[in-house]
């Protein structure tokens, strides 16, 4: 989490704004997003203009596990 918060310090006021509204859509769903399943692991990697996410499923709900 101390890597998520250095993160958007070093990011701008605009792009954290679209990075926090990225992170909630992706939540919700993945539609929108471009995914792909990361070989040989239960991962996946969903990706939105500059940023990736790295995700799993639990109980049918999405995980971010890295941004």
Do not use: C
Not at 13 to 26: A, D, T
Not at 28 to 44: A, I, M, R
């Amino acid at each position: 989490m101390v890597e998520l918060t250095k993160l958007f310090w070093k990011i701008t006021p605009k792009e954290r704004k679209q990075l926090f509204e990225y992170s909630k859509q992706i939540e919700q769903s993945t539609t929108g997003f471009n995914v792909k399943k990361l070989k040989e692991s239960d991962f996946y990697r969903a990706r939105k203009s500059r940023w990736r996410f790295i995700f799993h499923y639990e109980d049918n709900e999405i995980v971010i596990d890295s941004i």
